[in-house]
C-alpha cells in the first residue's frame, strides 16, 4: 500500500493511500485518510499525480497523531506486519519523548 499527502486543486491538504492507478497518465484513486476538511475523510476520489508525494510506509517523519491514525488503518485492513511496525515506532518515540522529561 503506498501512501500519499498532497494538496488538492481547492487547497485541501489530505493524506490517504493509493487504491488504484487508473491510467498511464497519471491518475490515481486515492482513499482520503485526513484532510483539511472534514467531509472528505473516507471518500475515494481520482486525483493526478501532480497533487500528492507518495512516502511509503516509511513512518520516521510522523507525529503520534498520525501514527495513530496509521496504526488505526492497519487495523481496518487487517495487517498485521504493518500494524506491529508502526506500534513499534510509536513505542519507540513515546519511549524518547519521556527521556526528555525533567
Do not use: P
Not at 471518500?43 to 501532480?50: Q, S
Not at 516509511?58 to 497523531?65: F, G, K, S
Not at 487495523?75 to 506486519?81: A, F, G
Amino acid at each position: 500500500m503506498n501512501w500519499v499527502k498532497g494538496v488538492d486543486s481547492g487547497g485541501r491538504y489530505f493524506t490517504g493511500f493509493i487504491l488504484e492507478e487508473v491510467d498511464w497518465e497519471g491518475t490515481a484513486q486515492i482513499y482520503i485518510t485526513s484532510c483539511t476538511v472534514e467531509d472528505a475523510v473516507g471518500r475515494k476520489v481520482l486525483m493526478n499525480k501532480a497533487a500528492f508525494k507518495e512516502y511509503g510506509r516509511d513512518v520516521t517523519h510522523l507525529t503520534i497523531e498520525h501514527l495513530d491514525e496509521l496504526i488505526d488503518h492497519a487495523l481496518l485492513i487487517r495487517d498485521k506486519t504493518w500494524f506491529n511496525s508502526l506500534t513499534k515506532r510509536k513505542n519507540k518515540l513515546i519511549g524518547r519523548l519521556d527521556t526528555w522529561k525533567v
